[in-house]
């Protein structure tokens, strides 16, 4: 009796849903793109594997600043040698770099897992992102956590953590959870361009005809179609009188599919920081050195910042540091390099013998720096200076108390 007690009858259904309308509402419903399906889209993978590559040959080196403010590399420390060659685990340094370069960009973070006896670390341990995960309190001002790898329970400062774009610095956004859309449309792109080359390029469409068919006839006229569809073999579907094939879908020259494919290209390059001539191999001068100041720079300022986090001991922060040696990227232009080296020679801040030593040659004892006319020599362990044209030596620096009374006698 009571409007609010009564109860909608279900409607009847009188149509059924076909596989052609699951599939319509699967295509236009949100997609949730995996690093999967991600890495089969070109121009996304390519700059990955780009980035990833270029990263995993750049060598880590370990610096100290005495208390002169000099800067000395260290290098009878292990822990370059782990992270450039011999991890100690099964992956080695180019292969521990490219792996957690890969994580940074497609996964959560990359994580590593420090292995100490003591203070001293023996071993680094790359672990995949998909098998951490984490214990945390929901303070949002004094975060803390706790790293789980197969219910094996972990502090955060056991591992190294790269993580990408973190709020909560235990875990960060990939770039495909951050761009799934304009990936999306790429990666479905991709899928119709296979439909049509599986089904020769054949329009979709409907049949029109002015009269009500037999069920036999609709089922043998599917049929036909679907064999059309389905392989080459068929390559012709006869109408009977009467019947008209209206299409309902356009050629990829209709719907400028290459068009689209270069401007998709393009904005996922825009993505990772990337110019889109580096991954057709077509990279000018100056698209080159944005790729290492807008693209590697910052990825290789977060490896550094985490390595002299989770690395360096608590008495060595501040007076030691790691850092990327960038170097290694002119490997390839033997000219630029070489003309960088006569730059750093003739202005006096690289020495022959540390040149000798980037380029794997042996040092021959030159411990002298050129200053000025070309024809000054400076040693700078005992200060001195020597003029070969006229056959002088002196001295840089305070004079001594006996010096001084000397002088004034």
């Known amino acids: 009796m009571w409007p609010f007690k009564m109860r909608a009858e279900p409607e009847t259904k009188t149509e059924t849903e076909t596989p052609e309308d699951a599939l319509l509402m699967a295509s236009l419903a949100d997609d949730i793109m995996t690093r999967e399906q991600a890495m089969n889209v070109p121009t996304f993978a390519a700059c990955v594997n780009k980035i ?25 420390d292990k822990r370059p040698g782990m992270l450039n060659d011999d991890t100690g685990d099964t992956l080695d340094g180019v292969q521990f770099k490219r792996a957690m370069a890969r994580d940074y960009l497609l996964g959560k973070g990359g994580y590593a897992y420090v292995n100490r006896h003591g203070l001293d670390v023996v071993s680094i341990h790359y672990v995949k992102e998909t098998e951490i995960s984490f214990m945390y309190s929901p303070d949002p001002i004094f975060k803390d956590y706790d790293i789980l790898v197969q219910g094996s329970q972990y502090k955060p400062y056991e591992f190294l953590k790269i993580l990408r774009n973190t709020e909560d610095g235990r875990s960060g956004k990939s770039v495909v959870s951050e761009n799934s859309e304009v990936i999306s449309v790429a990666y479905n792109s991709l899928k119709y361009e296979k439909n049509l080359v599986k089904t020769g390029g054949n329009k979709k469409g409907f049949i029109k005809s002015p009269r009500k068919l037999a069920k036999e006839a609709i089922e043998a ?26 299409e309902a879908s356009n050629t990829s020259v209709e719907m400028q599919l290459n068009e689209n494919k270069k401007t998709n290209g393009d904005e996922i390059c825009k993505l990772f920081g990337m110019p889109p001539a580096m991954v057709n191999g077509k990279g000018t001068e100056q698209d080159r050195a944005d790729f290492v100041q807008f693209c590697l720079n910052p990825i290789l300022k977060e490896f550094e910042c985490a390595l002299n986090r989770d690395l360096l001991l608590e008495k060595e922060k501040g007076t030691c540091f790691f850092a990327a040696d960038t170097s290694e990227l002119t490997k390839g232009d033997i000219e630029k390099r070489y003309k960088a080296y006569e730059t750093a020679s003739r202005n006096g801040f690289l020495q022959i013998d540390e040149i000798r030593r980037k380029e794997n040659y042996p040092p021959l004892g030159l411990d002298f ?12 362990k005992t200060r001195q200076f020597y003029t070969p044209n006229t056959n002088e030596t002196g001295g840089i620096g305070s004079l001594t108390k006996e010096e001084g009374e000397g002088n004034e006698n």
């Open 52 to 76: 990833s590559e270029a990263i995993s040959t750049i060598p880590f080196k370990l610096y100290r600043v005495d208390e002169e403010g000099r800067l000395e590399e260290i290098k009878d």
């Open 369 to 380: 720096v050129r200053l000025g006319l070309q024809d000054v020599l400076f040693d700078p």
């Open 221 to 246: 006229l599917k049929a036909a179609w679907r064999r059309l569809y389905q392989n080459n073999t068929e390559n012709v579907v006869v109408l009977n009188e009467g019947l008209e094939f209206q």
